[in-house]
């Protein structure tokens, strides 16, 4: 049987991430991975999470399995930490799952089963595992402009245009905050003709929120989320706890369907505990636990809180930093688009060529895209990047 199976594609990060570790070069810089690091290029363990696992080790007293949709304390958590009030909880049905990648996993095996000749509609660019899921699953799909790649920000009117022609019933994969690759999103304005659209057409919103906290703020980075689930009938809703937590090995994700009323809720919840039963039975608890402790008791939420947000303004600081040495190096502003993006990712809008420089010339690591993640910088190499941008000729 095993002779028969064919090579998969390398995929591209982790390749990157290899070619980076067997790099010599002293003055290397990992701008392709996509995890939170510290100016010490460390992936730290927050405090309210260490503090969250001592108090499990010492009250827990089973492993023994969770229920297929996991632990009600914690789908109550990150609904309320996500949506706060602004959508009844008796229409929200809700599993936990491993990581961001398994909500966004099941929610297209839902859509799969439910309306399988509907089209899923992801914005271009999007995070790679998004099509690549879809593919394997052989769901219809088609991309609407986002990104433009000349100013570096939003193609809000070729958006628009291109999600016109979605069908009654398709899906539309939105970013909630901080897109992944780009870092560039919507206002509020923009958000809400948006929701007209989806409402006018009959559309599904899909929103994948990995990024709560790395943006604006907890509260703000949430408001997109919050404006679309309030106001479209059905929403489809996944979120990850890796990066705001920091608990990226412990594969902490939810996924939330909201139903038109309450009444239709069991319905949904059944269909989501049936494919967790078919995937992995019964979610991954500890992460959720700790999550769940985390955002229940009031002193840990607030250090949390405190942390993530040491966590954003210094992400922010260096945006602003890069923004100006490359005005200062350049002389042009063309490079203000990285100050006003959010979250970890900003995408140059140059060619998988002039990455390949960057690489070859200046040992600097980004996904051929020209996708560059903020936190593998620190203040002392942000100058050397930006230099390394404007010697490339970028």
């Not at 022609?165 to 897109?179: F, I, Q, R, T, Y």
């Not at 412990?250 to 239709?264: D, P």
Request: with cysteine; glycine share 8%; aromatic share 6%.
């Amino acid at each position: 049987m095993f002779d028969k199976l064919k090579a998969q594609p390398a995929d591209k990060i982790l390749a990157l991430m290899a070619m980076y570790r067997e790099d010599p070069r002293p003055t290397k810089i990992d701008l392709g991975v996509g995890v939170y690091k510290n100016a010490e290029g460390v992936t730290p363990v927050m405090r309210a999470v260490k503090e969250a696992e001592r108090r499990l080790v010492a009250e827990q007293t089973t492993k023994s399995y969770v229920g297929l949709p996991g632990d009600p304390a914690f789908a109550d958590a990150m609904i309320d930490l996500v949506l706060s009030e602004t959508v009844e909880r008796e229409r929200i049905a809700a599993i936990a799952t491993p990581g961001g990648t398994g909500a966004v996993r099941q929610a297209f095996e839902l859509i799969r089963n439910t309306s399988p000749d509907a089209t899923v509609w992801v914005s271009n660019p999007t995070w790679p595992n998004h099509v690549s899921i879809l593919n394997y699953l052989g769901m219809n799909h088609t991309a609407y402009r986002y990104f433009d790649a000349e100013t570096r920000s939003v193609d809000f009117n070729g958006m628009m245009e291109d999600l016109a022609e979605a069908k009654p019933g398709d899906v539309v994969l939105l970013h909630g905050c901080c897109h992944n690759p780009t870092g560039a999103n919507l206002n509020l304005t923009e958000w809400q003709a948006v929701v007209d659209l989806l409402n006018e057409k009959g559309l599904l919103p899909m929103i994948d929120i990995a990024y709560q906290g790395f943006g604006d703020g907890l509260e703000s980075d949430a408001a997109a989320t919050r404006l679309v689930a309030s106001k479209v009938p059905e929403c489809l809703i996944a979120g990850s706890c890796s990066k705001n937590f920091g608990v990226y090995r412990e594969r902490t994700g939810i996924l939330m369907a909201i139903s038109k009323t309450a009444e239709g809720t069991p319905v949904t919840q059944g269909n989501l505990n049936f494919l967790n039963r078919q995937n992995y039975s019964f979610p991954p608890d500890h992460g959720a636990r700790v999550v769940t402790t985390i955002l229940t008791d009031p002193a840990l939420r607030a250090d949390w809180a405190a942390e993530l947000e040491d966590t954003r303004l210094g992400m922010l600081a260096l945006r602003e930093q890069l923004a100006s040495e490359l005005q200062r190096l350049s002389g042009s502003d063309r490079f203000g688009f990285l100050a006003q993006h959010r979250g970890m990712f900003s995408q140059l809008g140059t060619t998988p060529d002039m990455v390949e420089r960057l690489r070859a010339e200046h040992a600097i690591y980004m996904v051929s895209d020209s996708r560059l993640n903020i936190a593998g910088l620190n203040k002392t190499t942000v100058p050397i990047l930006a230099q390394a941008i404007v010697d490339t000729g970028i």
